[in-house]
């Protein structure tokens, strides 16, 4: 499995990676800090080595999440696309569900969507 993880905090990067390598150990991870750098990193990989996931925070500098999310949705209707964010303000996950993320998950909640997220369970 690749995962292309964005957030602008790296505290919060390394806890995403953590989650998700305790879950699929082998997997390999490409990490951005911006939503620009999502979309070009998505772009970069997606003929050679395309990523299966992205977990995307939603408030960041330069292109924020529902920016990238629209963006690259528009090239692939398929990747899951995560949205991890403390940001739970109904009008942003009603944006993000609009753009077609596949799950909205506040970065403070428990875990347990992500197995099947990751199609573990």
Do not use: H, W
Not at 14 to 28: E, G, N, Q
Not at 31 to 36: E, I, L, P, T
Not at 40 to 54: A, L
């Amino acid at each position: 499995m690749r995962a292309l993880i964005v957030d602008d905090s790296a505290l919060s990067r390394m806890m995403i990676c953590k989650k998700v390598k305790t879950l699929v150990p082998d997997v390999t991870i490409v990490q951005g800090v911006n939503g620009q750098e999502a979309v070009d990193k998505y772009n970069s990989f997606k003929d050679s080595e395309p990523f299966d996931v992205i977990f995307i925070d939603c408030l960041m500098p330069i292109k924020d999440g529902l920016e990238a999310l629209e963006e690259i949705r528009n090239i692939d209707t398929d990747i899951k696309i995560i949205m991890l964010t403390a940001n739970i303000q109904d009008k942003v996950k009603k944006r993000a569900e609009d753009l077609g993320c596949t799950a909205f998950l506040n970065k403070t909640q428990d875990d347990s969507k992500l197995p099947s997220l990751l199609g573990l369970s």
